[in-house]
C-alpha cells in the first residue's frame, strides 16, 4: 500500500520556512534574555553595619578591644560591584607596641582592595590610629553586615 500524498502548495512551503525561521528567532532571544540576567551584576547593596572580629596572635587580650565589636552604621545603599570606604578606629591599650598584621573580609562577595596605612602597622602604647579599608561590594544583591578581620599581634 502507497501513502497517501496529499498536494502541497509553494505557499504552505513558504509558511512552514517562515515558522521555523521565526521559532528559531524567538529560542534565541529567550536563550539570551536569560543568559543576559543570569550574568547580570545590576543590584542594590545594603550594608546594615560593620562587625569586627580581632584574632590576637599573642598571649594578651584585649589590647585593641573586645575581640568582637560591632560599629553601628547608618544603611549605606551602594549599587553591586561598587567600592566603598570604611574608616575603622584602633586604639591600642596595652602598655607596650602593637602589631596589626593583616586584615580580611569573611563576608561572601566582598573585597577588600586596600588600607590607607602599610600593613603589618605598628601601634604605640596607649595610642588611637585611624584605618581606611577600601571595599568591593558583591556583583550581586545583598543586605546584611559586613565581617572585617583583623590579625593581631
Do not use: C
Request: glycine share 8%.
Amino acid at each position: 500500500m502507497e501513502p497517501v500524498r496529499i498536494p502541497v502548495t509553494e505557499e504552505l512551503h513558504k509558511n512552514r520556512r517562515r515558522v521555523v525561521i521565526v521559532s528559531v528567532v524567538v529560542s534565541i532571544i529567550t536563550v539570551s534574555v536569560f543568559l543576559g540576567l543570569s550574568l547580570n551584576t545590576v543590584g542594590t547593596v545594603n550594608v546594615m553595619g560593620i562587625q569586627v572580629h580581632i584574632d590576637y596572635a599573642g598571649t594578651q587580650q584585649g589590647y585593641f578591644g573586645n575581640m568582637y565589636q560591632n560599629f553601628t552604621w547608618n544603611v549605606k545603599t551602594l549599587n553591586a560591584g561598587e567600592t566603598f570606604h570604611f574608616t575603622l578606629p584602633i586604639s591600642n591599650s596595652a602598655n607596650s607596641t602593637r602589631m596589626i598584621e593583616s586584615f580580611s573580609i569573611s563576608t561572601g562577595g566582598f573585597t577588600l582592595l586596600g588600607t590607607s596605612a602599610p600593613l603589618p602597622a605598628q601601634m604605640g602604647a596607649h595610642s588611637t590610629q585611624t584605618i581606611t579599608l577600601t571595599i568591593k561590594t558583591p556583583n550581586h544583591g545583598y543586605a546584611g553586615s559586613v565581617v572585617i578581620n583583623i590579625l593581631a599581634s
